[in-house]
């Protein structure tokens, strides 16, 4: 074998070439935000229908109970469920990624709609656990004293509690997932 450098020189070599950033085409960057897009749509779909149920729930009792606490505690959870649905619709809807644009264009706006939604996700505890905690809050309480039963109340209320805290860290979990592909995204730029 004359003539061919010794192993070592040709991994030398090799290794010593210059390197071009490997760029996401925009095909992948379109997939990625079609992804995104269903995934937030399937989200809205499932918290429209557990708002569904719950004024649906709620509004039964409005209707058909006699405790008037127990009413006021249902219409609280009937107008902070129609808050949620609607800063969910206004706020938090999918965006559908244009047709014809350049990478650059299709970066921005899937990192755009990351953005917004990790932004979503980390201020959930306002426009979704505060709306829903009075109407809770009456009604453990109302609990309580219906039933002359201290203990039963305090149950409810470390239930819901513990219940919200959980949507509250899933949602932060989900944020950080989130600020992990902008992060990705960024970093992409910055290699082109």
């Known amino acids: ?55 649906t729930a709620a509004a039964v009792y409005v209707v058909m109970g006699s405790n ?45 709609e990351l953005v917004r939604q990790r932004d979503l996700l980390r201020s959930v505890w306002w426009w979704y656990i505060g709306p829903l905690v009075p109407g809770l809050v009456v009604f453990g309480w109302e609990i309580a004293d219906v039933r002359s039963d201290r203990m039963r109340g305090d149950w409810w209320i470390a239930i819901m509690t513990l219940m919200l805290v959980s949507v509250l860290g899933l949602n932060w979990w989900g944020a950080r997932k989130l600020q992990r592909q902008i992060d990705e995204l960024d970093s992409l730029r910055n290699d082109r």
């Open 1 to 55: 074998m004359t003539g061919q450098p010794p192993p070592d020189d040709v991994r030398a070599l090799w290794q010593e070439q210059p390197t071009e950033p490997l760029a996401m085409p925009v095909n992948e960057i379109r997939e990625k935000a079609a992804k995104f897009e269903k995934k937030v749509n399937r989200r809205n779909r499932r918290e429209y229908f557990a708002a569904a149920y719950v004024v």
């Open 68 to 112: 008037p606490v127990v009413k006021i505690a249902c219409g609280l959870m009937i107008a902070g469920a129609l808050f949620v649905v609607y800063h969910l619709h206004s706020r938090a809807s999918a965006r559908t990624l244009p047709f014809h644009v350049s990478f650059e264009k299709c970066l921005d706006f899937y990192r755009s």
